[in-house]
């Protein structure tokens, strides 16, 4: 399994020197060596005497400890999952996705969502059959959203969504009543030098060790890891928006001190691994938002902020930029959004793949149910494709039952950060003085020694004494929004 | 063969990252992954399946072309070279290499050779072992050059360094009694930021592919690859030296365009490949001295860098500065060495290792022998083991038989770019008008492009009509310095 990380960790870096480094020309060789550690990576985890070992030490595991069985148990899980698709059907799946990639650039580039259709329609297809390979209780989607949150089913989805249609849609519409905040003095120049440097300091205060870590500069914000000891961050910085880089380094840093708190004496075991795509994302939004977004926050951070930037914000007072950074007005793009339409954003998505899963929706009519659900939920009229249906590269990667994480993440964290308030009784103040420590102690040992030894719903209940429960950001929402839009609820 | 390519280069990705951007603590897995990697490449070349298949295709080749056949060849033999070495072996060498490496660093701490010395004992035992397996007609020293160097043999250098200690001794004592030349206006004080980019329009002006290619900092300046399409230099800039900075850029860069020049067609076989090491390091000697050092190149290129630097060279006339990067001085550490004076460097560590091999010194003996030698051929008292015999990590890395190729690199550089003036006419013309593109051509058609299709002895006497002769260096240098010293010869 060790060596198998190697592998995977070496693509890894080759990876993260693709965004980061990569000259022009180098791109063709560099995919072909991908390709090759990817298929050795896979014959080292297909291979029949790990297998075997594996199966032996499920069936005679008596002299091991509850880690070491639930590494073995995962492991087994992992390995049952992709013997199910055969090399046949990943290659096919493989020559589908990059037809798919291909067609969703040049769809982009003409801004024409049919020049995308077909593939889509085969990628879809070859989805639905690899659901039914792997296998399902009630609903197709549960197979794939399995492979990115394990244990999350459409069902228990369906119940959180129906309280953001419910609950979320109606509390957005009576914000949207209200005047809006200014935040004209985040679009003023920002010199990049200066961004960039500030990000940093932000990061170390934080606690992101950058012994164990470093930030780049990369087309797309990201963070990737090859070892607890060498998390790595990525970031980009628009002159003329101080928000791009600033909530990009609280959330990308929120995934690094997640990686950077994993135990290292677990590295390549499902112990040494984040446990879901969603438990992941709560660790970037609640950095980014339920801190990074606060007040308490800023009161501890700001007067540094105006000292680096004295002519944009000197006279900019902590609560203008308080409102400011959390303005909420609708955006056509998902990555633009504030962090409630967010949801809405997600919820989009969730119900047009379900659809077209399970083959109540066809690709071909694709496009006017994304416009027709922006109205309906954003208000918004789609002015093309570009800015709709084209926008996000996930279904062109294949990657469907992806997008429900990213509210998970949010729901995740605002009730993982519930719970820190009660168990820190003086967390809020410790913030607000500038001391966010005590936060990352309690997520360290709460939820990032662990990896994968509790079930996101295991670890949800243990930490929080409750299963995932939307109330709680609804919660986090109502306090803050009613204190910026000043008024009840 | 491609796939164990795509493996090594992807080693290649690691390793340059390790010294270019790993974070402090990442070392220790990052050491895990290169080793793993390393074990997949090795069970790659050593698979029966492959080696089955070479045999089988030069058993009943009649079809293939000439590259083809070439291909086979070269693989058959690296393969049977590889062959002669079991996995014991190799596991039992490289925990040697590993203690003499790392009693190498205590030593140089310590500044104390007495620690080093019985760990390099064991690891000269070790490689007159490893000479024995790989077997030699004449001398054990010829088993380990021909890994660095392909089809040279002791004999050769013998007779190469009989000229060294002939020709290159007393001429070098004859410059020594003429004055200096005055460098101090090298180290004033020359800004970082302006070197390294000053650093970066040479490399383009020497036609340095930047699309396939990058330049960064490291502690050491090196040259890698991943593919002819993605060739990274690395430098250092000293703040208070100009010639440390620019002339390893030049040094690189003829790596680099080496490597850039190789046919990617050929990617991962032996005609993709650099010749050997010596024929590697003529590029880069070629560039950096031939061409780098002369007056002709910086007739063109000085006025820009005067304009650059202003304060610190705008009274200094080219002549001037044309004397000073050309100073002879001796110097105890090899690579500061001049381009005279470090043949005598290679010469001392050939002699010396020669002598371990064959048993004619003793390890114990090394340090006295080393110093010896020091004053007899370059005048110098060594004051330290540090300064002396510490100062190289190659035999600590268990690498014997690979300092002559420096060497190799000077002599065939002179005889290559004697010949370059006499097929191109009016190339010095050429780069004293800041025009170096005949010349790269010139090295793209005769030795590039060729990758492996040659031996070094049928390349040079391909190209040059005549096998490696010292005569070429020794006119090359006679007529730069007498001109530079004033004085006839």
Same mark, same amino acid.
């Given at each position: 399994?060790?060596?198998?990380?190697?592998?995977?960790? %070496?693509?890894?870096?080759?990876?993260?020197?693709?965004?980061?480094?990569?000259? #022009?020309?180098?791109?063709?060789?560099?995919?072909?060596?991908?390709?090759?550690? %990817?298929?050795?990576?896979?014959?080292?985890?297909?291979?029949?005497?790990?297998?075997?070992?594996?199966?032996?030490?499920?069936?005679? +595991?008596?002299?091991?400890?509850? %880690?070491?069985?639930?590494?073995?148990?995962?492991?087994?899980?992992?390995?049952? $999952?992709?013997?199910?698709?055969?090399?046949?059907?990943?290659? $096919?799946?493989?020559?589908?996705?990059?037809?798919?990639?291909?067609?969703?650039?040049?769809?982009?580039?003409?801004?024409?969502?049919?020049?995308?259709?077909?593939?889509?329609?085969?990628?879809?297809?070859?989805?639905?059959?690899?659901?039914?390979?792997? +296998?399902?209780?009630?609903?197709?989607?549960?197979?794939?959203?399995?492979?990115?949150?394990?244990?999350?089913?459409?069902?228990?989805?369906?119940? #959180?969504?129906?309280?953001?249609?419910?609950?979320?849609?109606?509390?957005?519409?009576?914000? $949207?009543?209200? @005047?809006?905040?200014?935040?004209?003095?985040?679009?003023?120049?920002?010199? !990049?030098?200066?961004?960039?440097?500030?990000?940093?300091?932000?990061?170390?205060?934080?606690?992101?060790?950058?012994?164990?870590?470093?930030?780049?500069?990369?087309?797309?914000?990201?963070?990737?890891?090859?070892?607890?000891?060498?998390?790595? #961050?990525?970031?980009?910085?628009?002159?003329?928006?101080?928000?791009?880089?600033?909530?990009?380094?609280?959330?990308?840093?929120?995934?690094?001190?997640?990686?950077?708190?994993?135990?290292?004496?677990?590295?390549?075991? @499902?112990?040494?691994?984040?446990?879901?795509?969603?438990?992941?994302?709560?660790?970037?939004?609640?950095?980014?938002?339920?801190?990074?977004?606060?007040?308490?926050?800023?009161?501890?951070?700001?007067?540094?902020?105006?000292?680096?930037?004295?002519?944009?914000?000197?006279?900019?007072?902590?609560?203008?930029?308080?409102?400011?950074?959390?303005?909420?007005?609708?955006?056509?793009?998902?990555?633009?959004?504030?962090?409630?339409?967010?949801?809405?954003?997600?919820?989009?998505?969730?119900?047009?793949?379900?659809?077209?899963?399970?083959?109540?929706?066809?690709?071909?009519?694709?496009?006017?149910?994304?416009?027709?659900? =922006?109205?309906? =939920?954003?208000?918004?009229?789609?002015?093309?494709?570009?800015?709709?249906?084209?926008?996000?590269?996930?279904?062109?990667?294949?990657?469907?039952? =992806?997008?429900?994480?990213?509210? #998970?993440?949010?729901?995740?964290?605002?009730?993982?950060?519930?719970?820190?308030?009660?168990?820190?009784?003086?967390?809020?103040?410790?913030?607000?003085?500038?001391?966010?420590? @005590?936060?990352?102690?309690?997520?360290?040992?709460?939820?990032?020694?662990?990896?994968?030894?509790?079930?996101?719903?295991?670890?949800?209940?243990?930490?929080?004494? %409750?299963?995932?429960?939307?109330?709680?950001?609804?919660?986090?929402?109502? !306090?803050?929004?009613?204190?910026? =839009?000043?008024?009840?609820?």
């Amino acid at each position: 399994m060790r060596k198998l990380a190697d592998v995977e960790y %070496a693509i890894g870096v080759l990876s993260w020197d693709k965004e980061v480094n990569l000259p #022009l020309k180098g791109a063709r060789f560099r995919s072909q060596q991908v390709a090759t550690l %990817a298929g050795i990576a896979h014959d080292l985890f297909t291979d029949p005497d790990l297998g075997k070992l594996i199966e032996e030490l499920v069936a005679d +595991g008596a002299e091991l400890d509850e %880690a070491q069985k639930r590494n073995i148990t995962l492991s087994l899980r992992d390995l049952k $999952r992709s013997r199910k698709l055969d090399r046949d059907f990943i290659i $096919r799946r493989s020559q589908l996705v990059s037809a798919a990639y291909h067609a969703w650039l040049a769809a982009r580039k003409t801004n024409d969502f049919s020049v995308f259709a077909d593939p889509l329609a085969e990628l879809v297809a070859v989805k639905r059959e690899e659901a039914e390979k792997i +296998g399902y209780e009630h609903h197709p989607y549960d197979a794939l959203l399995d492979e990115f949150e394990p244990g999350m089913t459409s069902r228990q989805l369906d119940t #959180l969504f129906v309280e953001v249609r419910e609950r979320l849609v109606d509390f957005v519409r009576r914000i $949207r009543e209200q @005047p809006e905040p200014n935040d004209d003095f985040l679009y003023q120049t920002f010199p !990049k030098d200066s961004q960039w440097n500030y990000g940093l300091a932000l990061l170390r205060k934080i606690g992101y060790d950058f012994d164990a870590g470093r930030q780049d500069i990369s087309e797309h914000p990201f963070t990737i890891n090859f070892s607890p000891e060498d998390v790595r #961050l990525t970031t980009r910085v628009d002159e003329h928006n101080f928000a791009t880089m600033t909530w990009s380094c609280l959330h990308e840093a929120g995934h690094g001190l997640y990686e950077q708190g994993l135990p290292s004496e677990q590295y390549g075991l @499902p112990l040494g691994k984040y446990l879901s795509l969603g438990i992941h994302e709560s660790q970037s939004r609640m950095w980014e938002n339920n801190v990074g977004r606060s007040l308490n926050f800023w009161q501890a951070q700001y007067p540094e902020l105006q000292s680096v930037f004295p002519e944009q914000l000197g006279d900019v007072p902590v609560t203008d930029f308080f409102r400011a950074i959390n303005k909420i007005t609708p955006s056509l793009i998902r990555v633009e959004s504030d962090e409630l339409h967010y949801h809405f954003h997600v919820l989009i998505r969730y119900e047009l793949e379900k659809a077209l899963l399970e083959g109540s929706l066809e690709v071909a009519d694709l496009r006017d149910a994304w416009n027709e659900k =922006y109205l309906a =939920y954003l208000d918004l009229e789609v002015p093309d494709d570009r800015r709709g249906v084209l926008q996000d590269i996930h279904w062109a990667h294949g990657s469907l039952g =992806y997008f429900p994480t990213y509210s #998970l993440g949010s729901f995740y964290a605002a009730q993982f950060y519930h719970q820190a308030t009660i168990d820190i009784p003086d967390l809020e103040q410790s913030i607000s003085q500038g001391n966010t420590k @005590p936060l990352l102690d309690w997520l360290r040992e709460n939820i990032h020694c662990h990896g994968q030894f509790y079930s996101a719903n295991e670890l949800c209940e243990k930490v929080t004494g %409750a299963r995932l429960n939307f109330s709680y950001f609804m919660d986090y929402a109502t !306090k803050k929004y009613a204190r910026i =839009y000043d008024f009840g609820f």
